[in-house]
């Protein structure tokens, strides 16, 4: 949900409160906006087991333990109702569900959310206050909340707490989510998802169904009904089920976690087809490669974090063989006998389709042109008719996504993580990104500058971890988990928990972060844990690495693929 | 030039050098950067500062040149060395109170910031105040700068010697001791660390 949409609500904002969300990195042009609040007075609360960069101006920071994130919100919310700083008129007039959810945060007193979470009660109480009395508070998370294996729950703690405050559809305030990629919320609207359709519907809606096979063409039957999601598909393959895969831009082998089991199952597979734009880790074990195109090499539309529809015009050519993505798609759908139901000629005709298929959905794009879309710098969805401006900001007339239009509580209940410490595994492992590095860093290793300013991955831990293990800075660690292991060197720091260690997850091979992860996932959004993993750590001696991938550096000798 | 002004504000920077990239990949300087980068001390901190040069009104390292290499123009801007002038002494890198000149091998010749010259006196901004994502390093008109927090500042005292110049410095209105370790915010119940905050 992206009731906030950022970035030009941040700086209205009283109160941001930012968990699980290294801005300064991920989201770097966020940042601005963010200074920009602090300038208007603003007070800036970061929850994170480090301190990320934009902690350096942060009015409270809230360090807790990885995978806790619940118990600090549920501590949170106890304050809020605690202190009667809810808001009873919009709980009354616009909730359903808000006696359960204020039954069960009865139990989570700050202190023993500081017991969980490892932060001081009385800075979750005062993180609770300064939302609970402000007018206009802004609540922020990325992959940090997300990637756990109660990240639903996770998610619905924070929208709790936006509910009651009446922080929602009105400006400056709301629960947001920092999408990732480029096209990382258009991704959610398109309907590429295992179990969606065009506009934010869902495969397993009748209406749905029968709306978007009128639109295709096709029998409402002949659409599958909802599919595996990223992870399932890899455990399907491992098992046996899955035996063919087609794949776009899609480098598990470093992104997904567990990488020993992903290597074993991509083995396995009687066809496997890539499309991308380099050989990533993944193509190698590929029967067929498709050059695919950068976004540099394609014209089209699509949807930025903040919920705005927007251009991305080409300014190359694909080079040598090279194709663009929808001509790939196109003509393999033309090779299967589909292609009457392809009559695309390019991206625009693509658009008219969708205008259509997402029309009456939640993200309703019926309003949405090329012509309007460049006229007016991008639209925010819905924009349900060619003459409608497009919608800033989500619910500002208060009717939600829902059956009877009222924004539901659910209750978040408490869960361990499927990966728990104990005292073979007494240290959190986390895993993330660096600034200079992009996903599974098939562009991103490729760029010298880039590799120069984070060649490899470092193991960062805190000086008194790193006392205990007689650990120095730039010394071989081997960070253990019941996975695998792995040995890369320490950066010590004063910037992260004594109990956890963090690693990027960029590289692949013997510096692969994921080999230490588990496939552990939400049972509802089926995203994996990557953010919480039971680990411990030794100094080691180097490595061998004589047949480790090394870096492309820009005074060495690129391998050619990374 | 042109109603705006260049202030620097390390407060803002989040670390992410991409005026450091953006600055190698100037025509006139290709894979050379002459921006000014640290992580302050980044056992003890996230945090880290970029720099331009200041533009000193009477820039040292113009003074203490041999050669009389280093030039500013009337428009406050000051150049890189002039290569048939420069003899590669280091005396403005030791001389320049901001650390600013930068010797360039194998060329033997001093380069620095000059505002991206090319560009600001054709009424564009610099490269790093074009890409620099939380506006540490910004160039805009003084109204804008107003609406922030600090405090522009354009006079320096290094010792005896007082310096003022072009680009301005963001300050804060007012100073406190800022704690670096993560421990002094966390909280344990039965452990030697206490809860430390207010």
């Known amino acids: 949900m992206t009731a906030a949409r950022f970035p030009s609500e941040i700086p209205k904002a009283e109160v941001l409160f930012v968990i ?33 960069p934009i902690t350096r101006n942060a009015d409270l ?20 109702l605690r202190d009667g700083l809810e808001d009873r008129e919009f709980i009354h007039r616009y909730t359903t569900g808000f006696e359960d959810v204020a039954a069960d945060a009865k139990q989570w007193d700050p202190r023993r959310s500081a017991e969980i979470a490892g932060v001081p009660p009385e800075a979750i109480e005062k993180a609770a206050r300064w939302i609970g009395k402000s007018k206009r508070a802004i609540l922020m998370h ?100 899955i ?43 590929a029967d067929v490669v498709l050059a695919g195109s950068l976004h540099e090499e394609e014209d089209g539309l699509g949807c930025s974090a903040e919920g705005r529809v927007i251009h991305w015009q080409k300014s190359i050519d694909p080079p040598g063989q090279a194709r663009r993505d929808c001509d790939i798609i196109i003509d393999i759908a033309h090779r299967l006998g589909r292609g009457r139901y392809f009559p695309f000629k390019n991206p625009a005709d693509i658009l008219e389709e969708l205008r259509v298929a997402s029309r009456g959905g939640v993200a309703d794009y019926y309003g949405i042109t090329y012509e309007r879309v460049d006229q007016q710098k991008g639209i925010f969805w819905p924009c349900p008719d060619l003459d409608h401006p497009g919608t800033p900001i989500l619910f500002m007339d208060k009717r939600f996504y829902t059956h009877d239009g009222k924004a539901h509580f659910n209750k978040a209940e408490w869960r361990p993580s499927g990966d728990p410490v104990n005292e073979e595994y007494p240290l959190y492992l986390t895993t993330g990104r660096v600034v200079s ?126 | ?95 320049c109170p901001f650390g600013i000149p930068k010797m360039m091998e194998p060329e033997q010749q001093m380069m620095k910031c000059d505002m991206c010259y090319d560009r600001t006196s054709a009424g564009k901004r610099p490269m790093c105040a074009t890409v620099c994502p939380s506006q540490a390093l910004a160039y805009v008109q003084p109204e804008e700068i107003a609406r922030r927090k ?5 006079i320096f005292y290094f010792g005896e010697q007082k310096i003022t110049t072009k680009v301005f410095m963001m300050a804060p209105a007012e100073r406190d001791a800022i704690t670096l370790d993560v421990v002094d915010y966390m909280w344990e119940e039965k452990h030697e660390l206490a809860a430390t905050i207010e």
């Open chain 1, 20 to 52: 699980g969300a290294n801005i300064g990195e991920c989201a770097p042009i966020t940042t601005d906006y963010i200074w920009r609040c602090r300038d208007n007075g603003g007070r800036l609360i970061v929850a994170d087991p480090r301190m990320t």
């Open chain 1, 61 to 80: 920071y809230l360090p807790l333990r990885p995978g806790t994130d619940l118990a600090l919100l549920l501590g949170m919310l106890h304050v809020i």
């Open chain 1, 142 to 241: 990325a992959r940090g909340l997300e990637h756990q294996s109660k990240g639903v729950e996770n998610c619905s703690a924070v929208v709790n707490i936006a509910l009651a405050t009446g922080n929602i559809g009105r400006e400056g305030s709301g629960p947001t989510m920092i999408t990732g990629q480029g096209n990382g919320q258009g991704g959610r609207e398109h309907g590429q998802k295992c179990d969606q359709l065009p506009g934010q519907r869902s495969l397993a809606d009748p209406a749905a169904r029968q709306y978007v096979a009128g639109v295709w063409g096709i029998r409402p039957e002949e659409l599958p009904q909802p599919g595996y999601s990223a992870q399932e598909i890899m455990n399907a393959i491992h098992s046996g089920e």
């Open chain 1, 243 to 285: 035996k063919g895969l087609l794949s776009m831009c899609f480098n598990p082998l470093v992104s997904l976690p567990d990488a020993n089991f992903t290597r074993e199952a991509l083995s396995k597979l009687e066809f496997f087809g890539v499309i991308d734009f380099f050989m990533s880790e993944t193509a190698h074990h």
């Open chain 1, 437 to 562: 590095q992009y996903l599974s860093g098939t562009q991103t290793r490729r760029i010298g500058a880039l590799v120069d300013q984070y060649p490899e991955p470092r193991a960062e831990i805190h000086p008194r971890l790193a006392q205990q293990h007689s650990i120095n800075d730039g010394d071989w660690v081997t960070v253990m988990t019941r996975r695998d292991d792995l040995t890369i060197r320490a950066m010590v720091v004063r910037t992260i928990r004594p109990d956890t260690v963090f690693i990027p997850y960029h590289w692949a091979g013997t510096r692969s972060a994921n080999r230490l992860t588990h496939r552990t996932l939400d049972p509802r959004s089926k995203i994996p844990e990557f953010k919480v993993s039971a680990c411990r750590i030794k100094l080691a001696a180097k490595p061998d690495t004589s047949d480790d991938d090394r870096p492309a550096h820009r005074n060495g000798t690129s391998q050619g693929c990374t």
């Open chain 2, 1 to 95: 030039m042109f109603g705006y002004e260049f202030y620097i504000d390390p407060s803002r920077c989040i670390g992410c050098r991409s005026c450091l990239q953006a600055c190698e990949e100037c025509e006139t300087h290709r894979g050379k950067s002459m921006i000014n980068f640290d992580f302050i001390e980044r056992r003890e901190s996230i945090t880290s500062a970029a720099y331009v040069c200041w533009h000193c009104d009477e820039p040292t390292c113009a003074q203490v040149c041999p050669a009389d290499a280093i030039k500013k123009g009337d428009d406050g801007i000051v150049h890189s060395s002039l290569k048939p002038r420069c003899i590669a002494c280091g005396n403005c890198v030791t001389a």
């Open chain 2, 150 to 154: 600090e405090r522009p500042t354009n």
